[in-house]
């Protein structure tokens, strides 16, 4: 049985990844840290937090189809 915080963490993480898929990186950013608020170690969140924040400052071509590709190791 899941506890409510991590109701809560999950319920903001798939809001966050339903936004990112959408290109509304600002919008899922929150959900991502609201997420890691509740939940510090939350590996995915964090992820996705570095994430929004890289496509913020470098946007994706109109064609992204949500894959992620790593440029640096």
Same mark, same amino acid.
């Given at each position: 049985?899941?506890? $409510?915080? @991590? *109701?809560?963490v999950l319920e903001n993480y798939n809001e966050?990844?339903?936004?990112?898929?959408?290109?509304?990186?600002? $919008?899922? @950013? *929150?959900?991502?840290e609201e997420a890691l608020k509740l939940k510090?170690?939350?590996g995915p969140s964090k992820l996705y937090v570095e994430r929004c924040k890289?496509?913020?400052d470098n946007p994706p071509p109109?064609?992204?189809d949500g894959v992620f590709t790593m440029t640096t190791k």
């Open positions: 049985m899941l506890s $409510e915080e @991590l *109701k809560k966050g990844l339903k936004l990112y898929r959408e290109r509304k990186f600002n $919008e899922a @950013l *929150k959900y991502f510090p170690d939350d890289m496509l913020i109109e064609d992204w």
